[in-house]
């Protein structure tokens, strides 16, 4: 279809305003998290992070529930699991490897 001469393009914003919890972005961190893992199934249970390592080091990483849940050595994904639980439970949650 050709543009009549004279079209203007026009672009258009609109200001939302809404509320949202602490609880609602950490589990929104989460689905990104699960998302990035291929929907894998935690089991309720918590998530962990094991930082005071070396990467190299194979205790290095995020795990589910404890030290022997070993998940990935993705440190965005760590990063964003400390967001939740930051958010969540007002720290983040150790591996205690």
Same mark, same amino acid.
């Not at 990483?61 to 529930?65: E, N, S, T, V």
């Not at 967001?83 to 490897?97: D, F, I, S, V, W």
């Given at each position: 279809? @050709?543009?009549?001469?004279?079209?203007? @393009?026009?672009?258009? +914003? @609109?200001?939302?305003?809404? +509320? +949202? +919890? /602490?609880? %609602? !972005?950490?589990?929104? &961190?989460?689905? !990104?998290?699960? =998302?990035? #893992?291929? *929907? !894998?199934?935690?089991?309720?249970? =918590?998530? &962990?992070? %094991?930082?005071?390592?070396?990467?190299? =080091? /194979?205790?290095f *990483? &995020? $795990?589910? =529930?404890n030290?022997?849940?070993?998940?990935?050595?993705?440190?965005? #994904?760590?990063? #964003?699991?400390d967001?939740?639980? &930051? #958010?969540? $439970? *007002?720290? /983040?949650?150790?591996? *205690?490897?």
């Open positions: 279809m @050709k543009k009549a001469q004279g079209d203007i @393009k026009v672009t258009v +914003t @609109k200001t939302i305003h809404a +509320t +949202t +919890t /602490p609880d %609602q !972005i950490a589990a929104s &961190l989460m689905a !990104i998290v699960v =998302d990035a #893992l291929h *929907g !894998i199934d935690d089991a309720g249970c =918590d998530w &962990l992070t %094991q930082w005071e390592t070396e990467v190299t =080091d /194979p205790r *990483g &995020l $795990y589910i =529930d030290s022997d849940w070993f998940v990935s050595d993705d440190s965005d #994904l760590m990063t #964003l699991v967001a939740a639980n &930051l #958010l969540k $439970y *007002g720290n /983040p949650l150790t591996a *205690g490897c």
